[in-house]
């Protein structure tokens, strides 16, 4: 694991995990502080580490009875540390009624329970298979506020993960999506082969709506950021032909204060910023943003955008 300097673009420390340790493929991880930082891997282990690569303790997160993956990803999925426990999202296909967090009090017993159920309108409105499937949220202040990919609402939720009210954010223009409930969402169907006619189907409901993907909260200038994907052009798609990875939306940055008021909503340039890949953070400046470097791979270039 690398630390950089933002401010000198140079390399502060490099991390190397000892090999021997039971570690199979690292997933993700999360950075609370040099003395909390969480790695998680393939089988659900989830490890706290620090900034000197000590591991301090680990626990499995999985719940064989509930359907899902425990995952964390920095800025999308973080743990939620409270005094009393920490809360790992369970990511998985959108079904109703499946849990979406697991929580555990003690590293040492390994007390794991699972609560709060994703959104049906989520369910209602999922679009297929093919990217964005991640909610996000922010925790400010005394509320968590959940992005979902596929709904113009951001949910907000009181600390107990009880809905305090659906923020209705539209920026320059209304970005309502249609609710689509589609088959193959339950692990029996998902063994079953579509025909070609519903994967056309269901890709045609992926292009033709909007993907909200992410909603950052920028507490050094008490902003909000909420990154759209548009529509694509052209609805329909063959699926067995295209390479999604090189699908590209047209994204824009819709800016908010933090009573959610709207403030202004900026074109991010096609092509030029690795949005789909969730390359930007929040800084003391504003929003920045990981573009493409077309001299070599090796240098990663970011630039920062501060919004009026």
Known sequence: MDFYNLDEGSLEKSITYDPNLDFWKISGYSYVNKDSIFLINEVNDLFLTNYDGEIKSKINVKISSVFGKPHIIPGYLDPVISKSHIEIPNYFVAQKDIPSRVQFNDWADESLKVGIQVEDDF???????????????????????????????????????????????????????????????APEDLRQKPTLAEMRDISSNYTSNFVFLNFLFNPYTNEFYRIVGYPIGYNVLDIFQLDFENLERDYSIMVFDRDLNFKNEYAIPKGKYLIQYGAYFVTPDGLAMQRENEETDDVAVFEVFKFD
């Open 123 to 185: 369910v209602d409105g999922y679009y297929g298979i093919f990217e964005y499937l991640y909610w996000t949220y922010q925790q400010v202040g005394g509320f968590f506020y959940v992005n979902w990919p596929n709904l113009s609402a951001v949910y907000k939720y009181d600390l107990n993960w009880r809905l305090v009210e659906k923020i209705y954010l539209s920026g320059n223009g209304d970005k309502n999506n249609r609710l689509i409930f589609k088959r193959g969402l």
